[in-house]
């Protein structure tokens, strides 16, 4: 049996749990530089606040409703969400975290026991331990188990949070009541095609024939069908590097100048050396776009990417930079106002398998350096250690203007008890 455990409105309960005031108040968490809604609590989403929704649309909203805004606090969220799965970690060994508020764990040998009782003592063990309420699905497949934590969540007056789809009866009236939109791994594209096709349920998706659904989903669509007619073809993934790197970001006000953006440029492209260091990887491969402002219909409107390959596999900061300022040069255009920029590292390889070149394979000082640059930054701080390229007397930070403290993970926003 599978169980799939989600936090439930995950940003919006880690807020609440540091600040009992907000508890039955309605909360939204905004995006990185305070841009858009990216979670909310039940409250928020009963006054109408959409998933998504631009933060300056629906300022009006927030304050006539007086609904508690908060700017995204990835170091409490990060340090919250590592507690759950400890604690999750506890029932069973096989535990494969799919996100930051999502987990699946596989429970091996467990025929004789109560899994509803089980995920019961799952709910109030976590909200014992971290302040997080969650919701437990428990299906003999993984997409089962996912549909299992939405009837969970959806009645969790009548299921104590809790459900199991452990009879063929329970299984037929679960995917009939699921809509084929809401079926985890169907997305849009998919949902269209097979509406078209009359099929508006989980239970008439899986009536399709094997045939028809690989044809037309391939492979990764026929192991849905087949884990929904409780026959399980997903099994656990285990934790993999990623296989493209990116940082992007709005700035904080619009730039016209080139050497403002080059900064960017050059700081968001160290930041993907970090990463790709820190995963022992390099990249063959550098992407850098650049965007004007969309909401500004007043002001000429532009954005280009470009993706540049890399003469030989790299993971210096040096290297990674010097092409990525290339890639700018070939698409900044003077006359307009940019207001995003990113950078994305692609066609990673591991590092300990570099392919060799004939004429060139990079400077044999510079592994050496970023080790002493990383843990330079380790120890005293991040960006302690610059490059020339980067803003030495300027910290560029994002907007957050609604930031709460990081309770968890920094002493000097430590929780005050008053007694």
Known sequence: MFALVDCNNFYASCERVFNPTLNGKPVVVLSNNDGCVIARSNEAKALGVPMGAPAFEYKQLFNKHRINVFSSNYALYGDMSSRVMTILATYTPDIEIYS?????????????????????????????GTGIPISVGIAPSKALAKVANRIAKKFAERTNSVYVIDT??????????????????????????LKFHKVNTAYQFTKLTDAWVRKNMSVVGLRLKHDLEGKPSLDLESPANKKMIATTRSFEKMYTE?????????????????????????????????????????LPQYGRNIVIKTEYPTNSSIVISKYAIIALKAIYREGYHYKKAGVIVQ???????????????????????????DRLNKAYGNNKVKFASQSLGRQWKMKQEKLSPRYTTNLQDIITIRI
């Open 258 to 298: 080139y050497k403002d953006i080059k900064e960017r440029i050059a700081t968001y492209s160290i930041s993907c050396a970090e990463k790709l260091r820190r995963q022992d990887t390099h990249c063959n491969k550098i992407m850098v776009f650049l965007h004007t402002n969309g909401f500004r219909k007043n």
């Open 347 to 373: 066609d990673l390889t591991p590092a300990t398998e570099k392919q060799l070149s004939l004429f060139t394979n990079g400077n044999p000082k510079h592994p050496a350096i970023m080790q002493i640059v």
């Open 100 to 128: 930051i508020d999502e987990a699946f764990l596989k429970f091996t040998g467990f025929d004789y026991f109560n899994l509803q009782k089980i995920g019961e003592l799952m709910t109030k063990k976590v909200f014992k």
């Open 168 to 193: 063929e009866e329970k299984r037929l009236k679960a995917i009939k009541w699921l809509q084929i939109e809401d079926v985890w791994g169907i997305g849009r594209q998919h949902t269209k095609r």
